[in-house]
């Protein structure tokens, strides 16, 4: 189990899931978390599967909201692998998101700030996308062992 929420956690700091977040943690329960809460760490209670961080403001544990859940990542881990499962589940990610912005659109008022959250969120999660598959064309660069020689071209009368 160690090793699953290792390589899952691993892949949800990659995803910024959930979002200003950059660590997490898991517990048996929410009962069992710690008394001082590190600031930016989500803290997972394993009996409900719930995300929380600690307010500090209000002086209580919030419940976060996660744009992919650890069974559906778990899932893409297990069939892909961790890189590419972080690829498969930015295009979910973005499907999403894509979700909530019709339908915050279609509001009026003090909803377009959401509005443009939602946009730069989707921005972003874009150019993680296209940074993922700029790294694997890199990394699964195919290449055959195959010489050809090819004849020298003139070049101004001289060949080179």
């Known amino acids: 189990m160690a090793e699953v929420w290792e390589t899952l956690?691993?892949?949800r700091i990659s995803l910024s899931d959930p979002q200003s977040v950059i660590a997490l943690a898991t517990y048996a329960d929410k009962d069992s978390f710690p008394t001082s809460a590190v600031s930016q760490t989500?803290?997972?209670?394993?009996?409900?599967?719930?995300?929380?961080?600690?307010?500090?403001?209000?002086?209580?544990?919030?419940?976060?909201?996660?744009?992919?859940s650890d069974d559906r990542l778990n899932n893409?881990?297990?069939?892909?692998?961790?890189?590419?499962?972080?690829?498969?589940?930015?295009?979910?990610?973005?499907?999403?998101?894509?979700?909530?912005l019709n339908f915050t659109k279609s509001n009026v008022g003090a909803e377009t700030t959401e509005y443009q959250t939602l946009n730069d969120t989707i921005a972003y999660y874009k150019a993680l996308r296209d940074q993922y598959k700029e790294e694997e064309a890199e990394t699964s660069a195919t290449n055959t062992g195959l010489i050809i020689s090819m004849p020298e071209s003139p070049v101004g009368g001289f060949f080179e």
Do not use: C, N, P
Request: a negative charge.
């Open 9 to 11: 956690s691993t892949v």
């Open 42 to 68: 989500a803290y997972r209670a394993e009996d409900t599967g719930i995300y929380y961080t600690y307010d500090s403001d209000l002086e209580e544990w919030e419940s976060v909201d996660l744009l992919i």
């Open 76 to 100: 893409l881990i297990t069939l892909y692998g961790q890189d590419k499962a972080t690829q498969r589940a930015i295009t979910i990610i973005i499907a999403g998101l894509y979700g909530k």
